[in-house]
């Protein structure tokens, strides 16, 4: 079905293979009980309405040049209006015409990887965009797959098993002439079948160039306003008509308010679809990341300048929430435990802030004030992160230490910036997440450090230092005893890291 | 009876029945149901305070908010205001008292679930603050308690510690836990005629809460509601008796509104709604000889029970039954309080206080063997039960079954202990930072409810004219396989394929007055019911058969989907249609009790248990001594299922288990803050074990030579509970890897959970107490 670009006040997306246009829905509604109360599709499950569990766990296809790009994103905290131009696909979506299970479902039953089954659709769906994207995923691959699916009865063991076994039954099925949907992901545009082409062109038919604006009643007969403007002019200039409009990006932290606090959002304007916002640019002297750019697509290329950042990247929160939340998110909303925060800072960088059409640049050390409070002005938009490559000889370390692995926010987070002259210390940035309000440097540690020789010794004494720069507090993640201590141990730990006597410090990357 | 060709017999790797409708999203929960017409949403008003007097209470905010169509509280209760599922102090509604923050005070129905759960906060309340007990040590001070205090004993304890060669005292804390099943609390009460009500409430125990649903409508009769369940999506004790507050609820606004109600508490209030695994104080006194063998050993338990009984007394009942794990304890004596708190009610939580007073002797056991300079295996070992002797519990109970000295041995030997041990001490040597730990540790549990009447079940089975088969018993599907198993159990006695049998939502008016799905006693129960049932239809059928076709009915023969008649073979269902058209019956109940088990709750005497199951497990650990940080590197389990009826699920539940268990005493950690406000509520504060935990090398074996001696549902054995324990071998293992800080020459102190933050504070201070042992380097 062809869908006129003037067709404005009502979003298109696709579900079921076919383009849905909808108009008047509240903007405010979550896709899944979208999904679950307006279409009574219920597989997809509520198990926690804040992106912690992977319950709601869905599949958002969309356009990558000429590819299809699957990511899994929880469906708890996604708007509607922000699948407009995408193709959404459910656990309903899996079986095959014939009502054959898809290969990703077939292996889950045979592995015995469901036991309550709550949690199952939303394994099934993080399992289906890994099978989607990746051909033969290492135990490693899995784990981060579904770092964000949680399971209260396996141990996990069998679904593991289960992400080993399904490109085998894949295999096995597409000698059959099976539906698309049970092939892995082909790459080239050329050896599309009929069903994937379909698909490519659908998802072609529903692209937008201009801003979508809508306006809806939301709660009780109150009055919303959605907008998606597609250029930075547009969303500069909107977000300067409503000063009070809600920026809504990943909406990993947005969607909160709303699915919590129940709180209204009257006016968002969302960034998704600016395409200035969406570059992600490499210069001899910087990454730059655009607003829009997802925590999953800096990070394979922070991952070739800063492999320890990567990592840190790696267990941010989930991949259902990395898919969505992007970096300027995490700085943008002013968390004290932002985990991407004293990587940045350490490392130098600085933002763009844009305003209608005047631009500034400010140092992202500065940005913070306190609780989450920033220099960031009514009608101003953070445009871009500056990320400096530091070419000349260096060391840099970021650490994260929290009561779980993975997807977890950290009591403790901490990078170290380091270049020295043989053995002096001639420039030290050491910045702390989780020891106080805002994400911060140490400066009496880095005074303790600046122009000494970078020993065991130096070290003690800046470890000491620390108590004079933070005065962490106690809560549910940790107690303040125990940050201040793990502060100054992350500085040994960085020590060592940097030490060439090689003596192991890292629980997560040691193998038996 | 071997069951030849038939498909999903018993003792085969069946997969879980509802497998096929789980991965596709077509399993219906509750909150899956298609609602019924005009349905209002129900939102529950919580309290804000721990512990305090209403002074008044305004609720006009509520009623007038958009969407409300009605507000109830405890003044509005048609019937009897209580939902305790023993004890009567648990209010749906606060009346002029709260007793802990979150506690329910009021509810709302509305036009839909955001109308409901906004105007749920709306309500304007003048509360007069008192003091509250947030703790068990405070509650201990105050001697506030839900339930007396409860002691066993045998021999003279205090004479055994004081001779023994040594003697330590000590305190252990452990924390509680959240069940954190994945589908939260719901009930969908539906409003029927003449004071009728249905209600579909995700339930382990849909029997309770008919009667709680009854008491709470004012009903003369409980026959007037009926309770249904096809499945949960997790429990672990969490809907044992939590479930009838929403279910009450729900009816009470169904009642009076004449709409279909559903109450679906979020994630967060669902956290601070509900009750949690019984935290543990324990203060122990122990004497014991040069090899590590306890001559007397005191101990007094004080948990967190919350602001009311709920299922407390039978759970500290089961700690003090538990508090002897695999050890032969002469001269004990158990003490147990039951704290009251300004905190909600614990409750059930998988291993129902067992693992508790279990892990407090693993402890001791610990301590001893580290005082000692000895391996904890050897300490361990030392004081396993007997055979023929030492093998009386402390309440008197003859170990008859005990096969630990058979899995221990077996296991040290294939997870390759002593070895491991001299490598993890040489690399321990050689890595200032990092430090790896091993322990194995064994489990020995008792199956069956403590309080003998429960041990009881009835199941239901037609048989259709086509030869298809209707399974209805009282059991509860939370994800464990019961439904499958007991379906194995009846193709197995019909010997049908497991196809033909349709296993039926659990449901009051089908199987009455069923005990909660429970004490991992599920399978062995209702397998036996169920197969009562089918016996009784067989042996209908096979009386019929004998005399229409002239044979003694020792002819007949049931095998592969066939009869054996005489020289004559027919199908199963030409035999069922023939006997239909003989007008013979082909409905059955039937009905099953736990014999041998009962005992005096005076004295402490007697035999609380039918049998015991067995286990043990080896890991092996690495800690970061910077930060506290650690990982399981690898876990071997052998443990002992009798002769499973199904071997895949069996080790669903044995990996499941451990590792729930090893949630339990590492990340998962319960804080509430200075005002009793639980700041753990959701998966973003409360932190179970995620798929990277999952340790990459892993042996996990059933026991071969398994077979329970009891007369169970095909000698099979109880494996809801047990493997939890199996994870005291990754807190001992962490508490293992700090001890080699110290040379393994002093004790660490480590209580759970073993958080980093735990294991940390445990570095640094073993680290101080090696720099004052003079001369001693690290």
């Known amino acids: ?512 | 009876m071997s069951g030849g060709n038939l498909v999903g017999g018993v003792g085969t790797p069946r997969v879980h029945e509802s497998a096929h409708l789980h991965v596709s999203g077509e399993a219906l929960y509750t909150d899956d149901i298609p609602e019924p017409r005009g349905m209002l949403f129900a939102a529950i008003g919580m309290s804000e305070r721990a512990h305090a007097r209403i002074r008044s209470m305004d609720l006009r905010p509520v009623r007038s908010a958009p969407g409300v169509v009605h507000v109830i509280s405890a003044a509005d209760v048609t019937g009897i205001n209580d939902y305790g599922p023993v004890v009567a102090d648990d209010p749906i509604f606060a009346n002029s008292l709260v007793e802990y923050a979150g506690q329910s005070i009021f509810a709302v129905a509305a036009k839909t679930i955001e109308y409901a759960r906004r105007a749920a906060k709306l309500a304007v309340i003048d509360y007069e603050d008192l003091p509250p007990n947030l703790d068990a040590q405070s509650a201990l001070s105050e001697q506030s308690f839900v339930l007396p205090t409860e002691t066993m004993a045998r021999g003279d304890s205090a004479e055994a510690i004081a001779s023994a060669p040594h003697k330590l005292r000590g305190r252990f804390t452990l924390g509680g836990q959240d069940q954190f099943y994945l589908e939260g609390q719901i009930a969908l009460a539906v409003p029927n005629e003449d004071g009728a009500m249905l209600v579909y409430s995700s339930t382990q125990h849909p029997g309770e809460v008919q009667h709680a649903v009854a008491h709470a409508l004012g009903r003369r009769r409980s026959s007037d509601i009926t309770i249904q369940c096809r499945r949960m999506g997790g429990a672990f004790g969490g809907k044992e008796s939590q479930p009838s507050l929403f279910a009450c609820i729900a009816a009470l606004l169904a009642d009076q509104t004449g709409c279909a109600v559903k109450l679906r508490p979020n994630r967060d209030d669902d956290m601070i709604l509900t009750g949690k695994r019984h935290d543990f104080i324990a203060d122990y006194d122990v004497g014991f000889d040069d090899t590590g063998r306890i001559r007397g050993y005191q101990v007094t338990l004080a948990s967190r029970c919350g602001m009311s009984a709920d299922l407390s007394g039978a759970i500290n009942d089961r700690a003090m039954f538990h508090s002897d794990n695999c050890y032969f304890l002469e001269n004990v004596l158990i003490r147990s309080h039951r704290c009251k708190t300004n905190t909600v009610s614990s409750t059930a939580f998988r291993g129902f206080g067992g693992p508790q007073g279990m892990l407090v002797i693993e402890h001791v056991v610990d301590e001893i063997s580290r005082h000692l300079g000895r391996d904890p295996l050897d300490v361990r070992s030392r004081n396993f039960y007997g055979i023929g002797e030492r093998d009386i519990t402390p309440y008197n109970m003859k170990v008859e079954d005990n096969i630990i000295e058979e899995i221990v041995p077996a296991l040290e030997k294939s997870a390759r202990y002593r070895e491991r041990r001299r490598m993890i001490e040489s690399f321990n040597a050689a890595s200032p930072v990092l430090k790896r730990g091993l322990a194995l540790t064994p489990v020995k549990f008792g199956i069956s409810f403590t309080a003998t009447h429960l041990n009881q079940a009835g199941a239901l089975i037609h048989i259709y004219t086509d030869g298809s088969v209707y399974l209805n018993h009282g059991g509860t599907e939370m994800g464990q396989g019961l439904f499958t198993k007991v379906a194995q159990v009846v193709a197995e006695e019909l010997q049908i394929d497991i196809d033909r049998i349709k296993s039926t939502e659990s449901d009051t008016s089908r199987v009455p007055n069923a005990s909660a799905t429970a004490a991992s006693s599920g399978s062995d129960l209702n397998g036996k019911a169920a197969q009562a049932a089918a016996h009784t239809l067989k042996q209908r059928l096979t009386g019929f058969a004998a005399e229409h076709f002239g044979v003694e009915p020792e002819q007949v023969v049931f095998r592969n989907n066939q009869v054996l008649i005489g020289t004559e073979t027919v199908s199963f269902q030409e035999l069922v249609k023939l006997a239909y058209f003989a007008r013979v019956s082909l409905s059955a109940t039937g009905f099953y009790r736990t014999p041998k088990v009962g005992y005096d709750r005076e004295t402490w005497t007697g035999r609380p248990f039918y049998y015991f199951c067995y286990g043990a497990a080896v890991a092996e650990v690495i800690i970061d001594t910077l930060t506290g940080e650690n990982k399981l590197l690898r876990i071997d389990i052998l443990h002992d299922c009798g002769e499973s009826l199904n071997p895949a699920i069996d080790r669903g539940q044995v990996e499941g288990g451990f590792l729930q268990g090893m949630g339990w005493l590492t990340t998962e950690e319960l804080f509430w803050d200075e005002n009793g406000l639980l700041k753990t509520f959701a998966p973003s504060t409360y932190k179970i074990p995620v798929c990277s935990d999952w340790p990459d090398e892993v042996h996990v074996e059933l026991l071969e030579t398994g077979r329970n001696t009891e007369n169970t549902i095909h000698r099979s054995k109880a494996v809801g509970e047990p493997p939890l324990m199996l994870a005291f071998s990754v807190f001992f293992a962490i508490k293992d890897a700090i001890a080699s800080i110290a040379g393994y020459r002093l004790s660490p102190r480590l209580d759970a959970p073993a958080t980093p933050e735990e294991i940390l504070m445990s570095v640094q201070e073993l680290g101080l107490r090696v720099k004052q042992h003079s001369g001693t380097t690290v």
């Open chain 1, 1 to 512: 079905m062809p869908v006129s670009q003037s067709d404005c006040n009502a979003i298109r997306f696709v579900l079921d293979g076919e383009v849905r246009v909808v108009a008047g829905i509240d903007s405010n509604m979550t896709v899944l009980n979208y999904l679950r109360d307006e279409l009574r599709k219920t597989g997809t499950k509520e198990g926690c309405a804040e992106g912690d569990c992977g319950a709601c766990t869905v599949v958002l296809a969309e356009l990558d040049g000429n590819r299809v790009r699957y990511r899994a994103i929880n469906s708890c905290i996604q708007f509607v209006p922000t699948l407009d131009g995408k193709e959404l696909i459910t656990v309903e979506n899996l079986k095959g015409p014939d009502g054959s299970l898809h290969p990703v479902q077939q292996a889950m039953v045979d592995c015995h990887a469901s036991q309550c089954g709550f949690c199952t659709p939303g394994f099934v769906m993080s399992l289906f965009a890994l099978y989607k994207s990746e051909d033969k995923p290492s135990r490693r691959r899995i784990d981060d797959a579904l770092a964000g699916n949680l399971c209260r009865c396996t141990g996990y063991r069998p679904i593991i098993e289960a992400a080993e076994a399904m490109h085998r039954i894949g295999n096995e099925l597409s000698d059959q002439d099976a539906h698309w949907m049970n092939c892995s992901f082909s790459s080239s545009p050329d050896s599309r079948t009929g069903g994937e082409r379909e698909a490519y062109e659908r998802l072609r038919s529903i692209q937008r160039r201009d801003t979508l604006r809508f306006a809806t009643s939301g709660f009780a007969g109150s009055k919303r306003h959605y907008f998606a403007p597609t250029s930075v002019v547009d969303c500069a200039s909107l977000i300067a008509q409503h000063p009070d409009a809600h920026i809504l990006a990943g909406g990993t932290d947005v969607g909160l308010w709303v699915t919590k606090n129940h709180k209204d959002l009257e006016t968002i304007i969302y960034t998704g679809n600016v395409k200035e916002l969406r570059r992600l640019e490499l210069s001899d002297t910087h990454i730059e990341v655009g607003a829009a750019v997802t925590l999953n697509e800096v990070h394979e290329l922070i991952g070739q300048h800063y492999p320890s950042l990567a990592e840190l990247l790696r267990r941010f929160a989930s991949p259902p929430i990395r898919n969505a939340a992007t970096l300027v998110g995490n700085i943008a909303n002013g968390s004290p435990i932002g985990d991407s925060m004293p990587a940045l800072i350490s490392l130098g960088a600085s933002l763009l802030l844009r305003q209608g059409q005047q631009t500034r640049e400010v140092m992202l050390e500065e940005y913070f004030l306190s609780y989450q409070r920033t220099v960031l002005n009514a009608g101003e938009l953070v445009e871009r992160v500056r990320i400096p490559l530091h070419h000349e000889p260096h060391s840099f370390r970021t650490y994260k230490v929290s009561k779980r692995f993975d997807q977890d926010i950290s009591a403790v987070c901490a990078a170290f910036f380091l270049q020295r002259e043989k053995h002096r210390v001639i420039k030290i940035r050491a910045c702390y997440g989780g020891v106080a309000e805002i994400p911060k440097r140490a400066p009496a540690c880095e005074q303790a450090l600046s122009g000494t020789e970078w020993n065991d010794e130096s070290v003690c004494v800046a470890m000491s230092a620390l108590d004079e720069d933070f005065t962490p507090i106690s809560d549910m993640r940790a107690s303040k005893d125990y940050r201040r201590l793990v502060a100054k141990n992350l500085l040994r730990r960085f020590w060592l890291d940097t030490d060439p006597t090689s003596i192991q410090t890292s629980v997560i990357d040691y193998l038996p």
